[in-house]
């Protein structure tokens, strides 16, 4: 009987060695075989994302020679690097994964056409993990971006399932043998003795093999948590600015859509910001609101929009639904709209961006178009036509006095000529932007600290005044300067941003019939604009005076806030950086 259990306990040994064996050889493979998945996922990345160090990184990996950037388009023409390359805008975005266990740098190139036609070309770049060419790239590497997610963190877990497989693995194997070794013990002993043995005592040790791994397995595990980070432009406080790292935007609303910023640009608000100027912006928000970007995600109720689809992002956002946004007063929106990208939420000025109720918000851009032509629809356009242009109620014929030459009078410059009007005043204290006003159609210019603007302007006008007087400035002495040139019966348009009062002479106005409007850009003659520039009668490009890859967005704002030494208008920040031929001198407007 006792020789039935000796026997009994070798085979239930074998077993346990068997089982033990075989638990260890697949736990490992399946340990290698996630790793690998992994691998073929992902794509390694360089630090300084050169192509050479991503080249030079994949081969230390042992992967796939990595992706490049197409050279020839669907058409098979090869891509240049103007207008063409911009048009179509392909471009690769990697993500470096925290704590990537195991792999050095895990990352996943997110790739992009403007107009949906660099589809194959990436097709022929890219191949999915089975060695085919994906059959729709643009939307498979965004899906496979979130399946990459997905599969980290599934992988995770079967990580340490197979770790959990092999301790089990170890456990079963050391009991088997430990089994093993008691029996064969007993056996001999019978043997030996050829007497009844007491059971051989419990030797279940303290701390068994099994319990102990167990033990050091919980000890290692990592709370490891893979999240995509992305570099934005973060306001840190008052003076403090910093290209960062922070975490992807993702779609919070169902009527949110994430883009993936093209192009971008800096604002003189943003500057104000900087300065502590602005409040309500919390520290920690990415500031910027103008851009131009791919739809890369999107909420379940947004309707119009789709992923791959190239918008323009307005500095106004509009629920759609209060009061102001029926009556197309967005900038006043009390629906969550309003100015709020780089105000109150985290704005444009980086790689990606949430944008709210996207519906109604973003404008997509006609194929034909290069992301600089529409880009100053986003603020300066709309707000120099809107608060100036239209609130002043330019008339053809009209002697309209524009204080202050930056964007923005500048852009009232150019969008006053669309109502041809007789004669365009502009005045600002420095030469360089008078002679920029000069080029974008003024026909007079006025250096109001070495001249006195108010004479020169009854001397044009007969003694009697503007008929429009755009305020662009922000300052009180510019303000009561459009009081004091504007004619009897005369308008001033008030679009400056102030910060102090100013005074109002109504002691001198009451008589005169003067109307003064103010008012925050609405951004609801953008599609007006737009048709405006898809028809060749408005060109914005004469607006970038600089460009800066999206990453050196730092520098772009010491370019820009040193306007005096640099002469900067508008500076453009690309995710790409494409050889672009130097910033053309041509004239700003063709009307007619
Ligand atoms: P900017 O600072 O680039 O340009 C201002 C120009 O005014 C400069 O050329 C400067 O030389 C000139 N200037 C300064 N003091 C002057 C003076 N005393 N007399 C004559 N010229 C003077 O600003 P910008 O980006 O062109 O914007 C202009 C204004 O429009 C700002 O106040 C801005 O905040 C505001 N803004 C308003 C809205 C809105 O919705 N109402 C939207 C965007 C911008
Ligand atoms: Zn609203």
């Known amino acids: 009987m006792r020789k039935l259990f000796e026997i009994g306990g070798l085979a239930a040994a074998a077993v346990l060695i068997a089982f033990g064996i075989g638990a260890l050889v697949m736990s490992v493979q399946g340990r290698s075989t996630v790793q690998d998945s992994l691998r073929l996922e992902g794509i390694v990345g360089s630090p300084d994302m050169s192509p050479a160090g991503i080249a030079a990184e994949a081969k230390k990996a042992g992967l796939p020679a990595s992706v490049s950037l197409p050279t020839v388009d669907v058409a098979g023409k090869p891509i240049d690097t103007g207008a063409r390359a911009r048009a179509f805008a392909s471009y690769m975005r990697i993500h470096t994964l925290e704590a990537t266990g195991g792999l050095t740098y895990a990352a996943m190139p997110r790739y992009a056409s403007a107009d949906g036609k660099g589809t194959s070309d990436i097709a022929a770049a890219v191949k999915g993990p089975s060695g085919k060419p994906l059959d729709n790239p643009l939307r498979n590497l965004w899906v496979t971006e979130t399946a990459l997610t997905t599969a980290l963190n599934t992988s995770y877990l079967a990580e340490r399932i197979s770790l959990f497989g092999i301790v089990v693995g170890i456990a079963l194997l050391l009991s088997g043998l430990g089994f093993g070794i008691l029996a064969i013990g007993g056996a001999l002993r019978t043997a030996s003795s050829g007497r009844a043995e007491t059971p051989a005592p419990k030797k279940l040790p303290a701390a068994g093999p099994g319990r102990l791994a167990t033990r050091r397995f919980r000890a290692t595990r990592k709370t490891t948590e893979w999240r ?3 570099k934005a432009l973060v306001y840190n406080g008052p003076g403090q600015r910093a290209w960062e790292d922070v975490p992807d935007p993702v779609i919070e609303q169902p009527t949110d859509v994430v883009v993936s910023i093209q192009t971008s640009t800096i604002c003189g608000s943003d500057l104000h910001i900087l300065k502590g100027d602005v409040p309500e912006t919390p520290p920690g928000t990415v500031l910027g609101h103008e851009a131009v970007g791919t ?38 929106c009390t629906g969550g709209g309003g100015w709020i990208f780089g105000h109150t939420i985290d704005g444009l000025q980086a790689e990606y961006a949430r944008v709210p109720f996207a519906d109604t918000s973003v404008y997509k851009v006609p194929e034909a178009l290069t992301d600089e032509q ?8 709309p707000t120099a036509f809107e608060v100036g242009v239209l609130n002043g109620g330019v008339q053809p014929g009209d002697t309209v006095a524009i204080v202050g030459a930056g964007p923005v ?53 007969g003694g009697l005044g503007a008929d429009v007087a755009i305020e662009a400035v922000g300052v009180p002495a510019t303000f009561e300067l459009c009081t004091e040139l504007v004619r009897p019966g005369g308008r001033i348009a008030n679009v400056g941003v102030h910060g102090h009062s100013a005074e109002l002479h109504l002691e001198k106005l009451w008589s005169r019939d003067v109307t003064i409007t103010t008012g925050l850009v609405d951004a609801f003659t953008t599609p007006q604009l737009l048709k405006l520039v898809t028809e060749g009668r408005l060109d914005t490009t004469p607006f970038v005076t600089h460009r800066f890859p999206l990453d050196e967005t730092m520098a772009a704002y010491d370019t820009f806030s040193d306007a005096a ?28």
């Open 565 to 592: 030494n640099t002469h900067a208008l508008k500076v453009v920040l690309e995710a790409v950086p494409v050889a672009y031929a130097a910033p053309t001198e041509k004239h700003a407007v063709a009307v007619g």
């Open 374 to 381: 529409v880009l100053f629809l986003a603020d300066i356009l």
């Open 228 to 230: 995509f980070v992305m």
């Open 409 to 461: 009078g500048l852009a009232a410059i150019m969008t006053a000529k669309l109502y041809t009007p007789g004669r365009i005043i502009a005045i600002d204290l420095a030469d360089a932007r008078l002679a920029k006003a000069r080029e974008f159609g003024a026909d007079t210019t006025i250096n109001n600290g070495t001249e006195n603007a108010v004479e020169q302007v009854m001397a044009l006008t």
């Open 295 to 332: 739809v890369i995600e999107k909420g379940s109720a947004v309707t119009t929009v789709e992923i791959g689809d190239r918008v323009l992002i307005s500095c106004i956002t509009s629920c759609g639904r209060c009061r102001f946004c029926k009556e197309a007063r967005y900038g006043l």
